[in-house]
């Protein structure tokens, strides 16, 4: 995911921000004036942005100022130019309180807004890096566009004040929100990685005019779906404008893929994950401990497993404790972009020449896609994997609007390899899904639960053939099967040994159950007389195996040196085969999920006698029998952040 979303906070938090965050992540010298120390520090001032600006007197793109970040952010949420209000206040002669609540912007608050942390995907960013002028500029204009797209979808769909009686009433900010944004370009480890920091404020006007809190559990939730969305919109523009296409890349095992621009080597990604590589090695210790970590009466601590809760959590640990200090010496942009490519050169392993000229390559590979890959979206069937998807890979098959939108997104942004949608897509594809294969089951007690957004789904059918999730056992047991084991009793550990010298147990992953589900359903609506399916009918997997590697790049000759023999009649010659031949040895595309006749015939037939049990379910849940409770906690799970791997987040920024 490449969106994070942090709390802020009146006190020791908003003092961070100003002396590091609004400079870089860099270091504030005391008494030093917030533009000398951008100056110094090499990055650009801050930028108001959001439609909410007009009612506090402020214009999108205008500079930030130290004081109007102090009156928003760190005075508990007053207006930017409080102390001008108060001032003439003072001097029409009202009294020091009543001057002072005239720059309130409602009541005070402890949490003054979130810190939304935006950055492409890494083939991008070297992209913005390695390239001309021309190719940095294009990035960054597709960047910042994004970044008002995102904040917009937010205004419109996700932010809500809250206000009556314990907050039961919500309301859309009808004026918008108003956030100050801030440019950073490199990570802690030195590498390359832009990115945005866009401290959103939770203050918002209501219709009557009154100043309220925008309820920030609503960003949380949202924030998958906004990473989503900011992919997608950055992919498209980048590839539109200068010529590219995205690939789905496997980063861990079983983990759904990320796209990336296809053509530029995984050697150089790989080149600027080193704060991922301190991570990894660091989050395998901490595993270690967590499996064999016993009280005083040497009963085993926490769980005999590592579930994606305690992983996640582990990794949150073990990228703070290999967080590095703060960057020496600021760089201006041209001498870190000139310092970047020598680095790349010396230390990545990837040829002078491919870094040198890594546009051309990224153009030549989507040459190759573009003219395989149609840019065909089934509704019907995308409604079929959304749902498929997010049904196995949310705990107990239960989940919300907002994780079919996520998938969605994700799901187009695969079918359309970094072409333009139409707006509202997404939007069609979770209706279809949810008219078409989803099944309500909400029950609210509140008036919270009333809402769209918030409305308890399940899916209409049952994957049998697929084993449940299954669970760590609450307390050890010596006769337990490790779920990754093959079956055999797991071996003790001998004594002695250090982490990566024993298999550490770990839940397994639901990504390829998921993919394996949603070709179970759509082969089963297929041939399925008794169900039809809308729209064009076409295979999604193996339409977008044609772009695979193997398929794109074209077989090398017996003679090398008669590269350029004249082709064969009827065989098209397009692409620079000599272009795409250095590419085999560097690109890492993720393969598509292969299933056999057999395989499907089984798994359909399997499919096919769970329909009286949905049809039970449907009458269970129609008739309002009573539905075990929702861990709220337990149901986000499946939907939190990836940890940050090869193509992960280069430090907390």
């Given at each position: 995911?490449?969106?994070?979303?942090?709390?802020?906070?009146?006190?020791?938090?908003?003092?961070?921000?100003?002396?590091e965050t609004?400079?870089?992540?860099?270091?504030?010298?005391?008494?030093?004036?917030?533009?000398?120390a951008?100056?110094?520090?090499?990055?650009?001032?801050?930028?108001?942005?959001?439609?909410?600006?007009?009612?506090?007197?402020?214009?999108?793109?205008?500079?930030?100022?130290?004081?109007?970040?102090?009156?928003l952010?760190?005075?508990?949420?007053?207006?930017?130019?409080?102390d001008?209000?108060?001032?003439?206040?003072?001097?029409?002669?009202?009294?020091?309180?009543?001057?002072?609540?005239?720059?309130?912007?409602?009541?005070?608050?402890?949490?003054?807004?979130?810190?939304?942390?935006?950055?492409?995907?890494?083939?991008?960013?070297?992209?913005?890096?390695?390239?001309?002028?021309?190719?940095?500029?294009?990035?960054?204009?597709?960047?910042?566009?994004?970044?008002?797209?995102?904040?917009?979808?937010?205004?419109?769909?996700?932010?809500?004040?809250?206000?009556?009686?314990?907050?039961?009433?919500?309301?859309?900010?009808?004026?918008?929100?108003?956030?100050?944004?801030?440019?950073?370009?490199?990570?802690?480890?030195?590498?390359?990685?832009?990115?945005?920091h866009?401290?959103?404020?939770?203050?918002?006007?209501?219709?009557?005019?009154?100043?309220?809190?925008?309820?920030?559990?609503?960003?949380?939730?949202?924030?998958?779906?906004?990473?989503?969305?900011?992919?997608?919109?950055?992919?498209?523009?980048?590839?539109?404008?200068?010529?590219?296409?995205?690939?789905?890349?496997?980063v861990?095992?079983?983990?759904?893929?990320?796209?990336?621009?296809?053509?530029?080597?995984?050697?150089?990604?790989?080149?600027?994950?080193?704060?991922?590589d301190?991570?990894?090695?660091?989050?395998?210790e901490?595993?270690?401990?967590?499996?064999?970590?016993?009280?005083?009466?040497?009963?085993?601590?926490?769980?005999?497993?590592?579930?994606?809760?305690?992983?996640a959590?582990?990794?949150?640990?073990?990228?703070?404790?290999?967080?590095?200090?703060?960057?020496?010496?600021?760089?201006?942009?041209?001498?870190?972009?000139?310092?970047?490519?020598?680095?790349?050169?010396?230390?990545?392993?990837?040829?002078?020449?491919?870094?040198?000229?890594?546009?051309?390559?990224?153009?030549?590979?989507?040459?190759?896609?573009?003219?395989?890959?149609?840019?065909?979206?089934?509704?019907?069937?995308?409604?079929?994997?959304?749902?498929?998807?997010?049904?196995?890979?949310?705990?107990?098959?239960?989940?919300?609007?907002?994780?079919?939108?996520?998938?969605?997104?994700?799901?187009?942004?695969?079918?359309?390899?970094?072409?333009?949608?139409?707006?509202?897509?997404?939007?069609?594809?979770?209706?279809?899904?949810?008219?078409?294969?989803?099944?309500?089951?909400?029950?609210?007690?509140?008036?919270?639960?009333?809402?769209?957004?918030?409305?308890?789904?399940?899916a209409?059918?049952?994957?049998?053939?697929?084993?449940?999730?299954?669970?760590?056992?609450?307390?050890?047991?010596?006769?337990?099967?490790?779920?990754?084991?093959?079956?055999?009793?797991?071996?003790?550990?001998?004594?002695?040994?250090?982490?990566?010298?024993?298999?550490?147990?770990?839940?397994?992953?639901?990504?390829?159950?998921?993919?394996?589900?949603?070709?179970?359903?759509?082969?089963?609506?297929?041939?399925?007389?008794?169900?039809?399916?809308?729209?064009?009918?076409?295979?999604?997997?193996?339409?977008?195996?044609?772009?695979?590697?193997?398929?794109?790049?074209?077989?090398?000759?017996?003679?090398?040196?008669?590269?350029?023999h004249?082709?064969?009649?009827?065989?098209?010659?397009?692409?620079?085969?000599?272009?795409?031949?250095?590419?085999?040895?560097?690109?890492?595309?993720?393969?598509?999920?292969?299933?056999?006749?057999?395989?499907?015939?089984?798994?359909?037939?399997?499919?096919?006698?769970?329909?009286?049990?949905?049809r039970?379910?449907?009458?269970?849940?129609?008739?309002?029998?009573?539905?075990?409770?929702?861990?709220?906690?337990?149901?986000?799970?499946?939907?939190?952040?990836?940890q940050?791997?090869?193509?992960?987040?280069?430090?907390?920024?």
């Open positions: 995911m490449t969106v994070d979303i942090r709390i802020i906070r009146a006190g020791q938090m908003y003092r961070y921000y100003l002396r609004v400079v870089g992540d860099g270091h504030r010298p005391a008494r030093t004036p917030l533009r000398a951008q100056e110094q520090a090499g990055v650009p001032v801050g930028r108001w942005m959001g439609r909410g600006l007009a009612a506090l007197g402020l214009a999108p793109g205008e500079e930030v100022t130290e004081a109007q970040l102090r009156n952010f760190g005075e508990r949420g007053r207006h930017p130019y409080a001008r209000i108060e001032a003439v206040r003072l001097a029409a002669g009202d009294s020091p309180k009543k001057a002072y609540r005239a720059g309130a912007l409602g009541r005070r608050v402890t949490v003054t807004g979130v810190d939304f942390v935006f950055r492409p995907q890494p083939s991008i960013y070297l992209l913005w890096a390695f390239g001309d002028e021309e190719t940095r500029l294009v990035i960054e204009a597709a960047h910042e566009r994004a970044l008002v797209r995102v904040l917009e979808w937010i205004e419109d769909e996700v932010a809500v004040i809250r206000y009556g009686t314990d907050g039961n009433y919500r309301v859309r900010p009808p004026g918008g929100l108003v956030a100050a944004r801030f440019r950073h370009y490199e990570a802690r480890s030195s590498r390359p990685l832009l990115h945005d866009v401290l959103l404020s939770v203050k918002g006007q209501r219709l009557d005019g009154k100043w309220g809190s925008i309820h920030t559990t609503a960003l949380y939730e949202n924030t998958v779906a906004a990473s989503a969305l900011y992919n997608e919109l950055v992919a498209a523009e980048v590839c539109e404008e200068l010529g590219l296409a995205t690939e789905p890349r496997t861990t095992e079983g983990r759904r893929p990320v796209m990336e621009i296809a053509g530029v080597p995984h050697e150089l990604i790989r080149w600027t994950a080193q704060r991922s301190q991570i990894a090695a660091c989050l395998s901490l595993e270690h401990e967590y499996v064999t970590a016993v009280d005083d009466d040497g009963e085993p601590k926490y769980l005999p497993v590592v579930s994606e809760r305690a992983r959590k582990l990794n949150t640990i073990a990228a703070r404790m290999t967080r590095p200090p703060k960057k020496g010496k600021a760089r201006s942009l041209a001498q870190l972009r000139a310092d970047w490519k020598a680095s790349a050169i010396r230390t990545s392993g990837v040829p002078a020449d491919v870094i040198s000229s890594l546009l051309e390559y990224a153009r030549a590979a989507a040459a190759a896609i573009r003219a395989r890959v149609a840019a065909v979206v089934d509704i019907a069937l995308a409604a079929v994997d959304v749902t498929a998807t997010v049904f196995v890979m949310n705990n107990g098959g239960r989940f919300h609007r907002r994780h079919l939108l996520a998938e969605a997104r994700r799901h187009l942004a695969l079918v359309l390899r970094g072409r333009r949608r139409d707006p509202g897509l997404d939007d069609q594809v979770v209706a279809a899904a949810i008219s078409a294969h989803c099944l309500d089951i909400s029950e609210p007690t509140t008036v919270r639960g009333l809402e769209a957004g918030y409305r308890l789904y399940t209409r059918w049952a994957l049998s053939d697929l084993p449940a999730r299954r669970r760590p056992p609450a307390a050890p047991d010596p006769d337990r099967r490790s779920p990754t084991d093959s079956g055999e009793p797991p071996a003790p550990r001998p004594p002695g040994q250090d982490a990566g010298e024993w298999a550490i147990p770990r839940v397994p992953l639901q990504y390829d159950r998921a993919v394996l589900a949603g070709a179970v359903v759509r082969e089963q609506l297929r041939t399925t007389t008794a169900t039809a399916v809308r729209g064009r009918a076409y295979d999604v997997v193996a339409h977008q195996q044609a772009a695979m590697p193997e398929q794109l790049l074209a077989p090398e000759p017996a003679d090398p040196e008669n590269d350029d004249e082709q064969k009649p009827g065989r098209p010659e397009a692409l620079d085969l000599t272009a795409l031949r250095a590419l085999r040895q560097s690109r890492t595309d993720v393969e598509a999920l292969e299933l056999t006749v057999e395989q499907l015939r089984h798994l359909a037939a399997a499919v096919t006698k769970t329909g009286e049990g949905a039970v379910r449907k009458r269970k849940y129609t008739g309002r029998e009573t539905t075990p409770p929702v861990d709220p906690e337990r149901q986000e799970e499946q939907h939190r952040p990836q940050p791997g090869p193509h992960g987040l280069e430090a907390s920024c």
